[in-house]
């Protein structure tokens, strides 16, 4: 009964540390009115490398003075065109301007700006805007939603016209351009946002000189500020491809000397372009549109360096890295991709030759020498994608041929954890490679995980601050491999513990790694702990072999079921600018918002299927693992029923990727990256296994079983791994010396099966055997 019983209890457990886990956040300040005035300042393309104090002086100085940040510009398009940006400025949410839009640099689109009056504007276009983002785009976007949230807004230049139009297209307060002095003008509303011009080109000199312009008219603008106000100066857009970071300044009473950072970056020095306008309304006290706004109230963190040049170093460099890694990230998932299929196709007459035949006729064995290469060639393909990850500890972005250095440094690092899995001890044995390639890839991840995700952001196989999709925690690649890691991790170590012990193993181990998904403070993301819950959950039920079962299938269900009700339901009493994503999911169900979410979701896993290389990494690791490794000749069917832990771990990683990739609208990415580690280890493992196929166990003392002529053969206890006692009285056949010898891995030709790798002790009787037997036939 307890043993029954324990492995429900260890579930639960494991739910209910998930939830905690999942439910802890950080405490945070409720936004507090700072000022009585705020001036947004824009300018279009400026980035931090533009910025020194000989160029614009006052930029410099107002830095050094305010708090300070990368500024993701994120919008409904992409590129964010200047007109998109300003447009989002002012919604608060990812907005877009209507009209064609081909692939290159961003047209040039005519703002019309009538004044009838001479005091206010009109924009006639507005109408079909605000039509355009609310019935084309999927963000529910209402431009002007800023200047809807005060009495009275002004503005200057075109661009600031476009962001503090109202929705029926009136701003409040019009200049054209900066009058000689703008106090009066900047005084009579609560709110002004000011067009600076842009900054575009690659041209240095160019450069410079438009920068320093925007810079002199910053000075004008300073100069005129109302008393109490607080000034905020963002690149509000880029001017072309490729996409970059830009500038954010704010300058206030209590915005001195920080980083600047928000709710939806959680990361100290980044904020996002629909952050400003929840900024501005939380610095004057104002009520928020929540159901509008996407964006949340900026807030200053301390931990800036005193000098201002050493503090810019994090910025800039943040920029040239997410622009290095985009140019980066795609050839090398191209070469991921081709190395995947190349050793596919080089694994499948290795698989039908690696069965040994017992008998005087059959087929030349491939010479070891081939084999032991192929092997190698398979852990350093499975451990490439953590090779990437821990590359970013140098920064090879900042070299001159950043792609060169960065495959320099992959390069060494996968030579490096293939050289220490092939010298790890037990590499001999069938798992052993196995679990060497599966603890190094958890370790890296968590470890990353565990110390801030540094390695992750801009990184090629983490995210890009430029997508404005996250910012902190385990991204989409990061997570199929740890999802793989841990579970394959998992198995590994239930298959050496008795039968009865597995499920509490793999329940022990996934829950830790639920955790460390889940928790806010680590990996933060709860889709993907609940995923990953799902596939502990399966792996649990079949760890100690059979059939998923009914009963089996409904305990994994309840688990998952369990922490996502009792996530969902602590979520959902937070505060609304606390929630996750799930608590945002049913609080928009709830108000009638939700099918935008989910047409959000169904479009972002439509496009990413289609464009993705982990799409191509998914597809063609099912089709190995399904028409070859699955085939009678494949040997997965067979390590299957010897390791019915590996069985439940692959199955278990199986389910979480899928229901992680879909739910989180990455379609095959999260499989695709788990793929990338479990489909070469799942093959190097049948190859070990298929060459074991027909060896013979051996008498203890070389003549009659047990020492007794007639006696029972003597079954292996778990301290016989490496050396096979006999199972029958005849000789073995020979097996060449540098042939790995797991105990009971290598199941005898008859169809009889083990439970190796330390799995339960033998006392076989005939009865016994024959049930074993049935069990591995129909595993």
Not at 350 to 363: F, K, M, N, S, Y
Not at 677 to 687: D, R
Request: aromatic share 6%; proline share 7%; hydrophobic share 50%.
């Amino acid at each position: 009964m307890l043993r029954r019983v324990t492995p429900i209890l260890l579930t639960l457990l494991v739910v209910v540390l998930g939830v905690a886990a999942l439910a802890a956040r950080p405490t945070g300040e409720a936004p507090r009115r700072t000022a009585d005035f705020v001036v947004l300042a824009g300018v279009a393309g400026l980035r931090w490398d533009d910025v020194d104090p000989q160029t614009t002086p006052t930029l410099w100085r107002m830095a050094q003075e305010g708090s300070i940040g990368s500024l993701s510009v994120r919008s409904a398009h992409r590129p964010t065109c200047p007109v998109d940006g300003w447009l989002t400025l002012g919604a608060g949410n990812f907005a877009a301007w209507n009209g064609g839009r081909g692939t290159g640099a961003c047209p040039s689109v005519g703002v019309t700006v009538e004044q009838p009056d001479g005091i206010g504007a009109n924009l006639p276009d507005q109408g079909a805007v605000v039509r355009y983002n609310q019935q084309r785009l999927s963000w529910g976007a209402v431009p002007g939603a800023l200047s809807e949230s005060v009495r009275c807004s002004v503005a200057v230049g075109p661009g600031a016209a476009v962001a503090a139009a109202r929705p029926f297209g009136r701003v409040d307060r019009y200049a054209a351009e900066l009058p000689d002095d703008p106090a009066p003008l900047l005084g009579s509303c609560v709110l002004s946002i000011v067009d600076l011009g842009a900054v575009s080109g690659e041209d240095p000199a160019a450069r410079a000189e438009q920068a320093r312009r925007a810079d002199a008219d910053l000075a004008r603008v300073l100069a005129a500020r109302p008393p109490s106000s607080l000034v905020l100066v963002a690149g509000v857009s880029d001017t072309g491809l490729p996409s970059r970071l830009h500038v954010a300044v704010a300058d206030g009473p209590g915005w001195e000397r920080g980083w600047l950072t928000s709710p939806t970056t959680g990361r100290e020095g980044y904020l996002q372009l629909v952050d400003l306008a929840p900024t501005a309304l939380a610095a004057l006290g104002r009520p928020m549109p929540e159901r509008l706004f996407l964006g949340r109230p900026a807030v200053t963190v301390g931990g800036r360096p005193a000098d201002l040049s050493t503090a810019l170093t994090a910025p800039a460099d943040a920029d040239r890295e997410s622009a290095a890694q985009r140019r980066v990230a795609g050839w090398f998932f191209a070469l991921l991709v081709g190395a995947q299929v190349l050793l596919a196709l080089a694994v499948l007459p290795l698989l039908r030759r690696a069965r040994r035949h017992a008998g005087p006729v059959g087929p030349k064995p491939v010479p070891r020498r081939v084999v032991a290469t192929v092997e190698l060639l398979l852990v350093a393909v499975a451990l490439a994608v953590p090779a990437a990850l821990l590359a970013d500890v140098v920064p090879w972005w900042r070299g001159e041929h950043a792609g060169w250095w960065f495959a320099t440094v992959t390069a060494l690092l996968v030579v490096g954890g293939t050289v220490a899995v092939r010298f790890v001890p037990g590499h001999a044995s069938t798992l052993g490679p196995l679990g060497a390639v599966a603890g190094l890839a958890t370790l890296v991840v968590a470890t990353d995980v565990l110390t801030g995700a540094r390695l992750q952001l801009n990184g090629v196989i983490g995210y890009s601050a430029l997508q404005g999709g996250r910012f902190v925690g385990l991204g989409t690649v990061g997570l199929g491999v740890f999802i793989a890691g841990s579970l394959l991790c998992a198995g590994w170590l239930a298959q050496r513990v008795r039968r009865q012990w597995r499920p509490m193993v793999m329940v022990a181990v996934g829950g830790l790694a639920v955790v460390v998904v889940g928790s806010p403070y680590l990996g933060a993301d709860s889709i993907g702990a609940i995923a990953l819950t799902a596939g502990v959950s399966v792996a649990a039920a079949i760890s100690t072999g059979g059939w998923l079962t009914v009963s089996r299938l409904v305990w994994a269900t309840m688990a998952g079921l369990a922490l996502t009700i009792g996530y969902a339901v602590i979520d959902l009493r937070r505060p609304a600018t606390e929630r996750g994503s799930l608590g945002r999911f049913l609080a928009a169900v709830g108000d009638g918002t939700g099918g935008l979410t989910v047409h959000r979701s169904s479009s972002s896993n439509f496009e990413t299927l289609v464009n993705s290389s982990l799409t191509v990494l998914a597809v063609v690791g099912a089709l190995l693992v399904w028409f070859a490794l699955l085939q009678p000749w494949g040997g997965l069917m067979r390590l299957f029923g010897i390791y019915p832990a590996m069985r439940a771990a692959m199955a278990g990683t199986a389910v979480a990727a899928v229901i992680g990739g879909v739910l989180s609208g990455s379609a095959l990415d999260v499989a695709g990256a788990a793929g990338a580690l479990v489909v070469p280890m799942a093959a190097l493992a049948a190859l070990r296994v298929l060459d074991h196929s027909t060896d013979r166990t051996q008498p203890a003392d070389g003549g009659p079983a047990n020492g007794r002529p007639g006696g029972p053969p003597r079954t292996p206890d778990r301290g016989d791994l490496d050396a096979v006692p006999a199972r029958g009285g005849g000789p073995a056949p020979a097996r060449p010396a540098d042939a790995p010898a797991d105990a009971l891995a290598d199941a005898p030709a008859d169809g009889s099966a083990g439970d190796a790798g330390g799995g339960d002790p033998a006392r076989r009787t005939p009865g016994r055997d024959a049930r074993a037997s049935t069990e591995v036939a129909t595993a």
